[in-house]
């Protein structure tokens, strides 16, 4: 589906496919450390196969995730990616993650994304995201105050935080 940012630009919002392995091998290898530690909270160049597999072939119910491509670039690559996977232990929850890469970052695409995964949650059942991230992780802090009415956050040490955000709005 097509998506109009704030600044006027279109991206296609779709599910990830079993097929973007590439694709995601060549986003994580062009995001800057700030962004890996971001989203992985260590230093992490590549994925191994069983990552991969597990990261492009989801179920689409306990396991959702959208990609985002700019269809005017020459050349086809992944400017995005959210997903939730719903928590074993808690069927009601799910945690979530976004990432956005750093060309297109500051620009509404993770906004975009969280709302979209938030509605597709909240389709399927779940009521509460939850997510780890980087105590100093400002952006994704203000995002998911944005997401939610009520959001809960532990700090768990290490400069690490855990968020809890009620999806019930």
Known sequence: MLERLPDGALILIR???ADDKRFLEDG???LSDESVHRRFLSPKRSFSRSELRYLTEVDGRDHVALVAEYPGEPVRRL???GRFVRLVQDPDAAEVAIVVSDD???RGVGSLFAERLAAEARH???RRFTATIASDNLP???LMQRLTLHLDEHHTGS???ELVMDLAA
């Open 104 to 106: 297109w970052q500051r």
């Open 140 to 142: 994704a802090h203000k």
């Open 15 to 17: 599910p990830i496919r």
């Open 79 to 81: 400017i995005a990616v």
């Open 159 to 161: 400069g690490v935080s």
């Open 28 to 30: 994580l290898r062009h």
């Open 124 to 126: 399927l059942g779940i």
